[in-house]
């Protein structure tokens, strides 16, 4: 969500007259986009303003900016603490930077804009890093509350777009060229809900699949398990557009820390969840957020994880330790873990997760998958890149004509992260995202 709100404050810039640049010493306006999620996100962002001050004293002229959750947790208080700071845009307000801009040159001021109001422009994305895959904002903020969670507090109430716009921009899409589109939200699939849109998530899903010709895969994130819906479900199977992933947060698997984080469901929900997709689309792969050390977390509870996650066998996991965010209620409940606990169980869960990724691609080696070729691999050039319907990242042999080219793949190699192969004959045919014995 935090690259493609780069991107749109990129493509706003670039719509302004400006252009962008690697060279920060030549750069009129310096943007950072900040992420709260966790303290560490938080503690990159103030290192690198330190490490700003400097070019900025040398270049007073130049432009700072801060955006993004950070901007919009501390407000005010980040241009008090950091005086080189000149403009703090908050989240609901992108479309607003060419205006603060120019008000800041004028004023020979800082300027902070949080306001939640939405800004009332919508502004469509036009400056993308992919030219094969977009992302696409369905959705803004989060009704959810999880009891750890910033997002609420700095992204505000869910609000969905018009699943028109949604269309007109997919299309837009299609006709540049891309071929895969993933639509972002805190939880998609609540899309609609306590609007005036008609369509629900699987609905919206439907449409895009059946209207966006050109566009040969679609993918979303993130759910949350207590909104899947079978309808969903149907959808997933159905679909042929729809990439047979779902990242499925489960973030803990002991029901007492489930339902102190607030996230209104159980374990034997979210197990039996994971089943009923199995069954409904079988090569689907399924990914997840895990948290160690939530406040309270006993070893019979993070035993409890490390069980779900062995059940569940997710394809990754991504896994955090527990960062107290400031006005969430898990902050200030008591029992904190201390950190190196927390980092014991990260670790353990790691390690668990690790064994079972890398078993699960290894199960790959001689199967075949088509692959939507989306560039070239940096570290050698002999290599192109691209993902499976699951999502796996596969390097193979190739040419960088091949990027945004549909092509099939049979893996010969593997990691935890990616899986390597070789191009097979019948390039650009569809194989119904099915993996094919060789
Ligand atoms: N909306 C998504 C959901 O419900 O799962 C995820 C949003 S959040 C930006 C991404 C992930 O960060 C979460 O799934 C959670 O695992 C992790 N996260 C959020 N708050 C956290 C915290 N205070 N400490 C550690 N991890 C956190
Ligand atoms: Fe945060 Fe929970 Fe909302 Fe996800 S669903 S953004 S974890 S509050």
Not at 119 to 128: G, P, Q, T, V, Y
Not at 141 to 155: D, E
Not at 395 to 421: C, E, Y
Request: proline share 4%; with cysteine; glycine share 6%.
């Amino acid at each position: 969500m935090n690259k493609c709100d780069s991107e749109v404050l990129a493509s706003i810039l670039v719509e302004h007259g400006y252009v962008h640049t690697e060279d920060i010493d030549s750069a009129d306006v310096v943007l950072l986009n900040t992420c709260s999620v966790r303290d560490t996100a938080e503690r990159k962002v103030i290192g690198k303003l330190g490490r700003l001050k400097h070019l900025k004293q040398d270049r007073p002229d130049m432009i700072l900016g801060v955006c993004g959750c950070m901007a919009q947790s501390w407000g005010d208080q980040l241009s008090d603490k950091f005086p080189h700071v000149d403009i703090v845009l908050g989240t609901s307000r992108l479309p607003e930077l060419p205006r603060l801009i120019k008000r800041c040159r004028e004023l020979g001021s800082a300027v902070v804009d949080i306001s939640e109001t939405p800004s009332e422009d919508e502004f469509l994305n036009k400056s993308r890093e992919s030219s094969v895959t977009a992302w696409i904002n369905i959705m803004h903020g989060c009704n959810n509350f999880c009891s750890y969670c910033i997002v609420p507090y700095v992204r505000g109430r869910e609000r969905s777009r018009s699943s028109s716009s949604i269309l007109r921009e997919v299309k837009s899409l299609a006709e540049a060229g891309y071929k895969e589109v993933t639509l972002l939200g805190q939880n998609v699939n609540s899309y609609g809900l306590g609007s005036d849109e008609s369509l629900d998530f699987a609905g919206l899903l439907a449409l895009i699949d059946r209207e966006a010709e050109g566009i040969e895969r679609i993918r979303f994130t993130t759910s949350h398990p207590k909104d899947v819906s079978p309808r969903l479900m149907d959808a997933l199977a159905n679909l042929p557009k729809v990439c047979k992933h779902f990242h499925l947060p489960a973030q803990a698997g002991s029901n007492n820390v489930l339902a102190r984080m607030n996230r209104g469901y159980t374990r034997e929900y979210y197990m039996d969840l994971a089943q009923k997709l199995r069954e409904r689309v079988p090569d689907i792969s399924i990914t997840t957020d895990l948290i160690t050390g939530f406040p309270g977390e006993t070893e019979e509870d993070f035993a409890d994880t490390l069980d779900l996650v062995r059940q569940v066998q997710f394809d990754i996991g991504f896994c955090f330790r527990y960062s107290p965010r400031r006005d969430t209620p898990a902050a200030s409940m008591e029992d904190q873990i201390p950190e190196d606990v927390k980092l014991r169980r990260l670790h353990e869960l790691l390690k668990v997760q690790d064994e079972i990724s890398m078993a699960k691609n290894e199960a790959l080696i001689g199967t075949r998958h088509e692959v939507l070729v989306e560039g070239c691999n940096p570290r050698d050039e002999s290599q192109i890149t691209g993902r499976t319907s699951t999502n796996k990242i596969v390097f193979f042999p190739g040419h960088a004509g091949l990027i945004g080219q549909l092509v099939t793949i049979a893996i010969t190699d593997t990691g935890n992260w990616s899986l390597r192969g070789e191009q097979c004959e019948l390039e650009g045919t569809r194989i119904e995202h099915t993996a094919s014995l060789l």
